[in-house]
């Protein structure tokens, strides 16, 4: 079992950047695929990034690619979100999530995912 929990969340301006950290809990971090999603007010969560459990392949949502990098750390238990050229329609809860999986296939649907974090509210304003 793993345990999430999200920061970095904040208020900022259109065009800023703001990095989110998923810090995870337990031995078997490295084991583990993440990935991060949204989900803004009156709408349903969206999947935003996912990253293997190596590290080694990445997957976005067309809304973010090319803004926003997923990474991890696997030594420091730590997936993070760069989230660069905000948009107020960015505005969102951002949530990480875990799967204990090993493969190079990326999840991205939120039924894929067993563990997730509490979330960090992320206020773009235009």
């Known amino acids: 079992q793993v345990q999430l929990v999200e920061s970095g969340g904040g208020l900022v301006q259109a065009g800023g950047s703001l990095r989110l950290s998923c810090a995870a809990s337990?031995?078997?971090?490295?084991?583990?695929?993440m990935g991060w999603f949204r989900q803004a007010p009156g709408k349903e969560r969206e999947f935003v990034t996912a990253?293997?459990?190596?590290?080694?392949?990445?997957y976005y949502a067309n809304s973010v690619k090319g803004r926003f990098t997923i990474s991890r750390d696997n030594a420091e238990n730590t997936v993070y979100l760069q989230m660069n050229s905000l948009k107020p329609e960015d505005t969102a809860d951002y949530y990480c999530?875990?799967?204990?999986?090993?493969?190079?296939?990326?999840?991205?649907?939120?039924?894929?995912?067993?563990?997730w974090g509490q979330g960090t509210q992320v206020t773009v304003s235009s």
């Open positions: 999530a875990a799967k204990y999986y090993s493969g190079n296939y990326l999840p991205h649907l939120a039924g894929d995912y067993a563990y």
């Open positions: 990253i293997s459990s190596s590290g080694g392949a990445t």
């Open positions: 337990g031995r078997t971090f490295s084991s583990y695929a």
